[in-house]
């Protein structure tokens, strides 16, 4: 070939122990359509050159700046790596299945823009592990990206609901490209999942959601740039430039959380893209209420920002609502019939790391041909 279909790109900075494992599953593929992308931001790499040294790679590229950057640059200069006709973003944590070439391929085929796989995570911890993931199942659907982003907003960007995104999910390369001519950065906000997302829903025609493992996400105490739980005022916030601080979204508490970084993120994705009317449909109350709801520091900061107090009590009284609504549904009704995992996602508990749940999927025929898929 001469290029990769599909680039995977890998942003990393202080992790090698997953970075080990990544390398080793992605080259265990010999698949000459993955480009597998690495950009490696530790200061010292003395430990990962050891590991790769004498080895022959078919798909591991990598590049090394021990310079200080932060998340958002460092994932910049990992894109500008790649080759491929499609990318797709993971940490150093994640995984994509040996399906992504094929995947790829389809996409190609049928001039999709950008897709996202069934939800698949494996939880590291000090004790044990676990995979779950959702129901598997030969079907496909479209996605307007634009409605769908404007849901989300109206939820306070809690999530990325169900909008393209280049971030565990995979995006055609010129519809990134198209953010970066048009923002400076494919990723404009202090955190480049949501960003990335939000700028390039308007560039994506054809989105689809596929029901079957492609991208496997993982979730270590290392997420979340570290924090591993922790609140911090942007102050405290060591991985981030000055900049940042000075420019962040005056509606949106100074507080590194994820209830506040994804909309600060989301927020710039809309203004470098020449889209801030969209701002309108953001809901800043349903943002506060949700950190309120999951955290005790900083709450009066919170509430003291709300223009609205009522609208601010309101919204909490609807987010306790709705999720009141669904613990009852999930897991007292639904978890005693189906025996599943809060009573929606399937498990295994008995995978020692991340290449062995990839295998599981394998292993459990979960790799349906996608010219066998159907739209839902």
């Known amino acids: 070939m001469d290029r990769p279909l599909i680039s995977v790109f890998v942003p990393t900075k202080n992790r090698y122990q997953f970075l080990k494992n990544l390398i080793t599953l ?48 460092n994932s910049d200069l990992a894109f500008s790596h790649c080759a491929g006709e499609y990318v797709c973003m993971i940490g150093d944590d994640d995984a994509v299945c040996r399906n992504i070439g094929d995947c790829a391929q389809w996409m190609h085929d049928n001039d999709i823009d950008a897709l996202r796989s069934v939800e698949a995570q494996f939880v590291y911890e000090e004790t044990k592990t676990l995979l779950y993931y959702g129901d598997v199942k030969p079907q496909y659907r479209f996605y307007d990206p ?6 989300s907003l109206r939820r306070g960007l809690p ?14 390369r010129s519809v990134m490209e198209k953010v970066r001519e048009k923002c400076g950065t494919c990723f404009p906000g202090c955190t480049p999942d949501m960003s990335g997302a939000v700028a390039s829903s308007f560039y994506v025609k054809k989105f689809v959601m596929v029901d079957i493992p492609v991208v496997l996400s993982g979730l270590s105490n290392m997420n979340s740039g570290g924090l591993s739980g922790q609140i911090l005022t942007l102050d405290q916030v060591p991985w981030i430039e000055q900049s940042t601080r000075d420019n962040w979204e005056q ?15 989301g927020s710039k994705g809309l203004r470098c893209t020449g889209n801030d009317s969209y701002l309108k449909y953001l809901d800043y109350n349903m943002m506060k209420c949700r950190y309120l709801v999951m955290h005790k520091q900083h709450r009066q900061a919170v509430i003291d920002s709300a223009p609205s107090k009522l609208r601010l009590y309101y919204a909490m009284l609807k987010v306790y609502l ?10 007292k009704i639904l978890k005693p019939l189906n025996h599943k ?27 349906i041909c996608f010219n066998e898929l159907k739209e839902k």
């Open 159 to 172: 999530d990325f609901g169900n909008i393209p995104k280049p971030y565990q999910g995979i995006v055609r």
């Open 26 to 73: 992605i080259e265990s593929y010999h698949d000459e359509r993955i480009e597998l992308v690495i950009h490696d931001n530790t200061e010292n790499n003395s430990e990962i050159l050891d590991y790769m040294k004498d080895q022959q790679y078919l798909s591991t590229k990598y590049y090394h700046d021990g310079s200080f950057l932060t998340m958002s640059q």
């Open 322 to 331: 709705t999720v009141g609504f669904k613990y009852i549904v999930r897991r």
């Open 146 to 151: 634009i409605k769908e982003l404007k849901k």
């Open 251 to 265: 509606k949106v508490p100074r507080i590194w959380a994820r209830e506040f970084i994804w909309p600060e993120s």
């Open 341 to 367: 995992m809060n009573g929606v996602f399937n498990y295994e508990n008995n995978l020692p790391n991340i290449i062995k749940a990839e295998e599981y999927f394998f292993n459990k025929n979960y790799y």
